[in-house]
Nanobody, 120 residues
């Protein structure tokens, strides 16, 4: 069983930055991607970014391109999401995922979530 533990959420003002981290434990051969999705109250779940181990490939949702960067530390089985130039619409619960997928839709395992709040 793959377990994911996130950290790094919080509250910032518009234009600020946050860095999320997610460390996976368990059988690493059970996933070929790690990523993040978010969900705000009353809105659908949205894939934000994903990293695929096979080709070191990354994918981003259009609204975060140029502002968010996903990176991966293979030795530590950790994925990071650097979020810059944050907007109020980025406010949501962010969940780390690992598993199989296509594009930003990486799933199978999910962390407990970390709240990101951006205020004006």
């Amino acid at each position: 069983q793959v377990q994911l533990v996130e950290s790094g959420g919080g509250s910032v003002q518009v234009g600020g930055s946050l860095r999320l981290s997610c460390t996976a434990s368990g059988p690493t051969n059970r996933y070929n991607c790690m990523g993040w999705f978010r969900q705000a109250p009353g809105k659908e779940r949205e894939g934000v970014a994903a990293f695929y181990k096979g080709g070191n490939t990354t994918y981003y949702e259009d609204s975060v391109k140029g502002r968010f960067t996903i990176s991966h530390d293979n030795a530590k089985n950790t994925v990071f999401l650097q979020m810059n130039s944050l907007k109020t619409e980025d406010s949501a619960m962010y969940y780390c995922t690992a598993g199989q997928g296509v594009g930003t839709a990486c799933g199978g395992y999910r962390g407990q979530g970390t709240q990101v709040t951006v205020s004006s």
